[in-house]
Structure formats: C-alpha cells, structure tokens
C-alpha cells in the first residue's frame, strides 16, 4: 500500500506560480513511478505530467510543457509540480498518483494505469 498525500494548492492571480507537493508514505517509494493529474468541474481527469520511477524520464501534457516541471526528492519521499505562468484554465483540483510497472511512455497519461492516488489540493487561478 501507498499513501499520496498532496499540498500547495491556493488560490492565485494569473501568470502567479505555484508548487504543489505530493508525499508518499508505504511501500518503497522508489519503484514507484508518479504522475499529476488535474480535474476541473464537470470534466474528466487529464494528464498533467508524470515522472518515470528512476526520475530520468518526464512527461507532459502539451497545455502544459514548458509552464509546469515535475520532480521528486527520493530522501523525502515526495513529489514536486512547480506550476509556473498558471492561467485561469488550469484551475481544477490537483492528483498525484503512483503506479509500478509502465510498459510505454504513452500510459504515463492514462489514468487507469495508476494503482494509487491522492484526495486531491484545490488550484485555483483568477484573471
């Protein structure tokens, strides 16, 4: 079992950043590979980024590739997503969610492939 935990969220004005945390808690956390997933109201959960289990491999959705980075402190059992440029449609509750055994850099965005997840951090961006 696992535990994801996150924090960070608030509310910011546009072009404000923001780093959310995702702490994990259980199993060895460094065979698990994480991912960040955003949920704004009434839509389904999207891929935001995700980290390969050795941190030498990230992905991006594309709204969101050269504004947001992911990255993890192995020593403190956690994962980072420093939100840079935020703008009012990023504005959804957050998820990190933890998966063993990726077989391909495309399921990194599914969300059906992660074993565990987090109870979410609210962002939210004004104009």
């Known amino acids: 079992q696992v535990q994801l935990v996150e924090s960070g969220g608030g509310l910011v004005q546009a072009g404000d950043s923001l780093r959310l945390s995702c702490d994990a808690s259980?199993?060895?956390?460094?065979?698990?590979?994480m991912g960040w997933f955003s949920q704004a109201p009434g839509k389904e959960r999207e891929f935001v980024a995700a980290?390969?289990?050795?941190?030498?491999?990230?992905y991006y959705a594309g709204s969101v590739k050269g504004r947001f980075t992911i990255s993890q402190d192995r020593a403190k059992n956690t994962v980072y997503l420093q939100m840079n440029s935020l703008k009012p449609e990023d504005t959804a509750v957050y998820y990190c969610?933890?998966?063993?055994?990726?077989?391909?850099?495309?399921?990194?965005?599914?969300?059906?492939?992660?074993?565990?997840w987090g109870q979410g951090t609210q962002v939210t961006v004004s104009s």
């Open positions: 969610a933890a998966v063993v055994g990726i077989d391909s850099p495309e399921d990194y965005g599914s969300p059906d492939e992660y074993d565990y």
């Open positions: 980290i390969s289990w050795s941190g030498r491999n990230t």
């Open positions: 259980g199993r060895t956390f460094g065979t698990y590979s």
